[in-house]
Nanobody, 115 residues
Framework: QVQLVESGGGLVQAGGSVRLSCVASGSIFGIKTMGWYRQAPGKQRELVASINSGGSTNYADSVKGRFTISGDMAKSTVSLQMNSLKPEDTAVYYC?????????WGKGILVTVSS
């Protein structure tokens, strides 16, 4: 069974940077979109950034200009470069890959931004 494995999380100071990476353990057929979501305590899961098969990207207003998403759909990998981090970025971040037949989700990785 294909699984998404996330890496790169941890503790970082405000103003710092961190890069999250996600790789699928097997092939995913017909990837249309890859992205990152996050969920902070007491809040709903929200889309942070996504990239489609044509290379178009979308970002939440709160991260525009600070975060950059990139990926390789042929390799089923997606990364999120996070710069100028703020305490409000603290959340569990989830990798998501949308294939033709189903969506795949990572287990989530914690990013904590200290003041």
């Amino acid at each position: 069974q294909v699984q998404l494995v996330e890496s790169g999380g941890g503790l970082v100071q405000a103003g710092g940077s961190v890069r999250l990476s996600c790789v699928a353990s097997g092939s995913i057929f017909g990837i249309k979109t890859m992205g990152w979501y996050r969920q902070a305590p007491g809040k709903q899961r929200e889309l942070v950034a996504s990239i489609n098969s044509g290379g178009s990207t979308n970002y939440a207003d709160s991260v525009k200009g600070r975060f950059t998403i990139s990926g390789d759909m042929a390799k089923s990998t997606v990364s999120l470069q996070m710069n100028s981090l703020k305490p409000e970025d603290t959340a569990v971040y989830y990798c998501n890959i949308q294939g033709v037949f189903r969506n795949y989700w990572g287990k989530g990785i914690l990013v904590t931004v200290s003041s």
